[in-house]
């Protein structure tokens, strides 16, 4: 569901994409009551008017749902902006939805992502809703791409470029360690020129229990928000079956960057969308960090099962690389309303 009007400290937009699950029940005078019993962000960045079905050509009947990127652009300049892009937003890759549940939870329901939490003898079950771009969507996307692992290891108070030229459009993943995951801040820098001028950071930052991307060098282009994004993500503490040890979970990345559009999925059960506008053409190389090497604070991470994709298949191959075309909006004679509006 689609909120407005509920801009916080943390989450500057006023609009909210937001997501419940309850209990349905009927009252005394037959009506309907929902009652909510956990909840939390659909995607915590720029996504909104999600629209979702029953995929009823699917063999198990999939819930499909769609997102709403919007441009983010100052709204003093996203007229013109607009009209020198020649378009304004873009759909989100296509999403699956369904019930996330991951055993052997301790410290379940301490998450403010709306864990349900069903009771069992190594402590909890967690019930959330799981987010993941539709497997098939990206299977064609991946057709013609070129497929790289890549070494990152283990980092202390350090980063490591591993990339210097992905170009514009890729697929990654990455698995940071749960083992030190609460030694300090880590994370990944993506659309990272060689001189560092432009970058975009997403962080993961256990003090806080959140994840953020950071665009204050995102683009040397004025004009646009580089404010931060910021979403509330807590590592589940799992008891390992059939021992008495616990562990935290590792966290697994799913990035897909297409040129300013920046999409993130975190253990399947965490979103989030941007929009970053890199102005240069060798904005193109990815790092890997933990803690900043400046101010050492024993920050460890460990980076495992890293993969690129480079190069995603074109999703309409047969169409021009530029369909931009001038923006086109009614006069005040032609609405006879005598009141020019913003034709966006």
């Keep these: 569901m689609g909120a407005e009007g509920g801009n916080t400290t943390s989450h500057w937009k006023e609009q909210w994409a937001l997501w419940n699950r309850g209990d349905v029940t009927r009252r005394d005078n037959g009506s309907v009551e929902f009652t909510p019993t956990s909840g939390g962000a659909l995607d915590w960045g720029i996504s909104y008017a999600q629209a979702t079905w029953k995929d009823t050509r699917s063999a198990n009947g999939r819930r499909v749902m769609w997102g709403w990127a919007n441009e983010d652009i100052a709204s003093d300049y996203a007229f013109n902006t607009s009209k020198q892009l020649g378009y304004q937003g ?12 991951t055993a052997g939870v301790l410290n379940c329901g301490e ?6 939490c069903i009771e069992s003898c190594n402590g909890y079950t967690a019930q959330t809703l799981g987010l993941r771009p539709l497997p098939d969507v990206i299977a064609l996307l991946r057709e013609g ?14 980063s490591k470029s591993v990339a210097a030229d992905l170009g514009s459009s890729y697929e990654l993943t990455a698995t940071l360690s749960g083992a030190d ?10 659309a990272q020129s060689p001189d560092d001028a432009e970058r975009t950071t997403i962080l993961f930052d256990p003090a806080a229990s959140e994840i953020r991307v950071l665009r204050d060098r995102s683009s040397l282009l ?4 580089n ?27 799913h990035v897909i960057l297409d040129n300013s559009l920046l999409e993130i999925w975190v253990n399947e ?45 074109e999703a309409w191959p047969e169409r021009p690389e530029d369909t931009s075309v001038p923006l086109v909006w009614d006069t005040a004679e032609q609405t006879n309303n005598y009141t020019w509006w913003a034709g966006y």
């Excluded at 995951?181 to 993506?190: D, E, F, H, K």
């Excluded at 404010?227 to 990345?253: C, M, R, W």
């Excluded at 790092?287 to 298949?313: C, H, I, M, N, Y």
């Design 90 to 101: 873009a759909m989100n890759l296509p999403v699956e939805l369904f019930v996330k549940e």
């Design 181 to 190: 995951l609460l030694s300090g801040p880590a994370g990944i820098v993506v």
């Design 269 to 313: 059960r965490f979103a989030l969308t941007a929009r970053i506008y890199p102005s240069r053409n060798d904005s193109t190389g990815l790092s890997f960090f933990a803690g900043e090497a400046a101010q050492p604070s024993g920050a460890k991470a460990s980076w495992t099962d890293v993969k690129v994709w480079k190069g995603l298949a």
């Design 111 to 116: 998450q403010q992502d709306g864990s349900h």
């Design 222 to 225: 004025p004009n646009f928000n």
């Design 145 to 158: 791409a070129a497929e790289q692992d890549i070494e990152v290891g283990e980092l202390a108070d350090a």
């Design 227 to 253: 404010a931060t994004f910021v979403g509330h993500f807590q590592p589940y503490e799992i008891h390992a079956k059939g021992s008495n040890t616990t562990a935290t979970e590792d966290l697994t990345f």
